[in-house]
């Protein structure tokens, strides 16, 4: 384990121990396939969530060390059949509850996107549940006691509001600096103040194909709307490069 010091050191943590890891099974990396990594009878994330849960205890009763934030992202669901996601079910549990006890520490648990890698994620309903990825998070009392009512206050009534990771980057942006991390302002201290209650898609700054989780958004865009207008464009384009293409080759359907 990293020392925790109480200076402001950088480390990957575990991330170098991915790669002997995936290369027993013979791959670079563990998209798509196998269905299982493993390494001592523990499949692979086992050891990245019990890295973390031990950095944090460690640190928690060391007085002298700084301030600790740790970021691991999983690619476990990331199979075309999504069933390997149930191999983080034994240790995720025992992760958050360890978490739970650590008494200064905010925990974040969330995914990057909803449902892909089936064919259910081509659907309608996997369309929109790829712009609804799941969220929560380990608030202790003394954490929440650090960030104030105002803040705690502001998580609290956000549950109920749309927003973005953009706005948990705010959020976590403001925890080092005085200004916003006084501010009421979304703009500057994101989650950590009052979302706006009327706030719908249209505020956002989403990408085109994004699928709004507000019920009836979409029905009320405009059919000139700069966010679908490229779309009717290059479809348009593509139709007339292929009639193009089809004449230039003198087709026998075109010459009929």
Not at 39 to 53: D, T, V
Not at 236 to 253: A, F, M, R, S, T
Request: one cysteine or more; charged letters at 20%.
């Amino acid at each position: 384990m990293d020392k925790v010091s109480k200076y402001k050191t950088d480390t990957f943590g575990l991330t170098h121990f991915s790669c002997p890891v995936i290369q027993k099974y013979g791959f670079t990396n563990h998209y798509d396939r196998p269905s299982k990594v493993c390494l001592n009878g523990k499949f692979f994330s086992a050891y990245f969530l019990n890295y973390i849960s031990s950095l944090f205890q460690t640190g928690a009763k060391d007085r002298t060390a700084a301030p600790i934030i740790a970021y691991t992202h999983f690619n476990t669901g990331h199979t075309p059949y999504g069933s390997r996601i149930r191999n983080v079910d034994m240790s995720l549990p025992d992760f958050l509850l360890q978490m739970a006890f650590i008494p200064n520490t905010l925990t974040i648990l969330m995914a990057d996107h909803g449902h892909t890698r089936t064919g259910y994620g081509q659907t309608l309903e996997g369309r929109h549940e790829l712009f609804s990825p799941s969220l929560f998070m380990i608030l202790p009392y003394n954490a929440a006691k650090m960030l104030g009512k105002d803040r705690v206050a502001a998580l609290v009534e956000n549950q109920r509001r749309l927003f973005t990771t953009a706005d948990i980057h705010r959020a976590l942006m403001s925890l080092d600096n005085k200004t916003r991390s006084k501010s009421h302002d979304p703009n500057l201290a994101g989650i950590f103040a009052m979302l706006p209650a009327n706030r719908t898609c249209a505020d956002l700054p989403l990408m085109p194909l994004s699928r709004c989780k507000c019920e009836g958004q979409e029905q009320h865009v405009a059919d000139d709307a700069p966010k679908q207008k490229w779309l009717a464009e290059f479809a348009l384009g593509q139709l007339n490069n292929l009639i193009q293409e089809q004449y230039l080759k003198g087709n026998k359907y075109m010459q009929n």
